[in-house]
């Protein structure tokens, strides 16, 4: 079982920046797909970043991101401490959201939410224009 516990949400102006934190709980962090989703009233939960394990070497990772936040928003790792962050640069009011922090056991790639096996229990961002 793996718990996952958010933080770093907050209200923010346009064009400003947040970092959203996750902490897991396990021992097989490492190995895990950590990706970070958003949910807007209304809308379904979607898909923002996620990394997973290369395979090419201790620490090194591969990143993918939704094109939406491409070259705003960055997504790292901290496998020391079981952490993922999700960088937030330059946000629009469009990215106000619930944002979740998602776990998958496998090492493949997925942007489907249905796909992670673990979620936190997510942190509002709310970005004013």
């Known amino acids: 079982q793996v718990q996952l516990v958010e933080a770093g949400g907050g209200l923010v102006q346009a064009g400003g ?3 959203l934190s996750c902490v897991a709980s396990g021992r097989t962090f490492s190995s895990y ?3 970070w989703f ?3 009233p209304g809308k379904e939960r979607e898909f923002v970043a996620n990394t997973r394990w290369s395979g090419k070497g201790i620490g090194i990772y591969y990143a993918d991101y939704a094109d939406f936040v491409k070259g705003r928003f960055t997504i790292s790792r901290d ?8 960088q937030m640069n330059s946000l629009k009011p469009e990215d106000t959201a619930v ?12 942007y489907q939410a249905s796909e992670y096996n673990y ?3 997510g942190t509002q961002v709310t970005v004013s224009s």
Request: proline fraction near 0%.
């Open 17 to 19: 920046s947040l970092r």
């Open 119 to 121: 979620w936190g229990q």
């Open 99 to 110: 944002y979740y922090c998602g776990a998958r056991r496998y090492e493949s790639s997925s």
């Open 79 to 86: 496998d020391a401490k079981n952490t993922v962050y999700l």
């Open 38 to 40: 958003r949910q807007a």
């Open 33 to 35: 797909v950590m990706g």
